[in-house]
């Protein structure tokens, strides 16, 4: 059996790991000039790394990434709305890793080139469209301006939220969705924070700001490759024409400023300071797209974010793809035909990464912050007349459940959230 990939994103490289694992070739169309890192930081949940450790990337995930031990959720003052244990110390088999997102896209990609070889991946090569005809899948492709097409037994897209092979199986989706908010992203070099392996969501409604490492110094231990973002609804930049799904558009200090500026008052960290050291940092108008009926097509799936973008909320996007890879291997594995392999991916994956995508849009588990805020937008004396924590648990560890990677024995809940965040 033979796979076609189009996408070398993370879905689409980890989805050639699986299926090279399950006996099937691979080759993978990538319409980008080289498989660049680029990006900033992102969080593997539990469930997909346990994943990325069955392909043997444990040991180099842990060398490069942050495992991250406890994640607290506050309002715009610093005040503690909840705050839980995380990956091993909340009761999993497997850590929960904090990373950036080219490292471990550097990473997959090697294995990758190790394991299938670098004939595998053809870059400068876009998939323009398909057809499927008896028990073969064709694709057509732009190759340095020039046309070819290859042939396997299936084609799987994972193309991203622009994803080719999704507009042509629904040819009159338009453009991505835009919610109006902006997502500001970056990383650098930052003094490490209490045990250096917390991650710190602050504000809701108006703003918010994330804050976590995502790498270290080997020479100085007490510094740590930070990532923070801003999100908020910028009237500013409704005013330009964006490009929607474009993660590297660069950011503009004018625009995301005036959403932390006097609005923040955190005792661990002044927002506008890293923003200002940061230096080049990038904007993301924060969009999605609508769950669809199906995914499969015969011979024809789709994977990743060209099945279900979603806000980045939760930090489930690079999870939930790498979820759907293992997902389409092991029905390709065990299943009589290839169709009936793709819709029982679809019958398993689709339903649920729908409610995902859904849910994100309410705010994910960080709308325990915004309950919180909409209720106490000057802060608070007791965080129980306000929202129970029973109510705030349902928020959080609801969502949990619903993304697939709440704890079988959960520990580290803590049930009294107090107090402020510290330095």
């Not at 694992?21 to 990538?30: H, L």
């Not at 088999?93 to 950036?100: E, K, L, N, R």
């Amino acid at each position: 059996m033979k796979a076609l990939i189009a996408g070398a994103g993370i879905g689409g490289l980890t989805t050639a790991l699986f299926l090279h694992r399950a006996g099937i070739e691979v080759e993978i169309f990538e319409r980008a000039e080289a498989v660049r890192e680029l990006g900033v930081g992102i969080n593997m949940l539990p469930h997909a790394v346990g994943l990325l450790a069955e392909l043997g990337l444990m040991e180099a995930l842990d060398a490069a990434a942050i495992r991250t031990r406890e994640l607290i959720y506050a309002n715009r003052f610093g005040q503690i709305v909840w705050r839980e244990l995380r990956g091993i110390e909340a009761g999993h088999a497997v850590p929960q890793f904090s990373i950036h997102r080219g490292t471990l896209l550097g990473l997959i990609h090697r294995t990758v080139i190790d394991r299938l070889g670098p004939g595998a991946i053809r870059t400068n090569c876009a998939v323009t469209g398909f057809e499927q005809e008896g028990r073969r899948a064709t694709v057509y492709l732009s190759e340095a301006g020039k046309s070819l097409q290859a042939s396997g037994d299936l084609l799987v897209g994972a193309d991203g939220i622009h994803s080719t092979v999704r507009a042509k199986l629904y040819p009159d989706e338009g453009p991505p969705i835009w919610n109006g908010v902006m997502l500001w992203r970056g990383a650098t070099w930052w003094p490490k924070w209490q045990d250096g392996r917390t991650m710190a969501i602050a504000g809701g409604n108006h703003a918010k700001f994330v804050f976590y490492p995502i790498g270290k110094d080997p020479d100085n231990p007490g510094m740590r490759l930070t990532n923070w973002a801003v999100m908020a609804r910028s009237r500013q930049a409704t005013s330009r024409k964006l490009t929607l799904g474009d993660w590297s558009r660069p950011g503009k200090l004018d625009e995301v400023l005036p959403f932390v500026r006097d609005r923040f008052h955190l005792d661990y960290v002044d927002p506008s300071e890293i923003i200002r050291a940061t230096g080049a940092f990038h904007e993301y108008p924060n969009c999605d797209r609508e769950p669809l009926p199906r995914w499969s097509f015969g011979r024809v799936a789709l994977l990743g974010d060209a099945a279900h973008p979603m806000y980045p909320l939760g930090s489930n996007g690079a999870s939930q793809a790498i979820l759907d890879a293992s997902s389409l291997a092991e029905h390709l594995r065990t299943q009589g035909s290839v169709e009936a392999a793709l819709a029982a991916y679809d019958a398993e994956r689709r339903p649920n990464t729908a409610q995902i995508v859904h849910s994100n849009r309410k705010g994910g588990p960080e709308g325990v912050i915004d309950l919180v805020e909409s209720r106490a937008p000057d802060g608070f004396d007791d965080i129980e007349t306000v929202a129970s924590y029973e109510e705030r648990q349902r928020v959080v560890r609801g969502y949990a459940s619903l993304a697939g990677f709440a704890a079988d024995n959960p520990q580290g809940t803590v049930k009294q959230a107090k107090g402020r965040l510290r330095p």
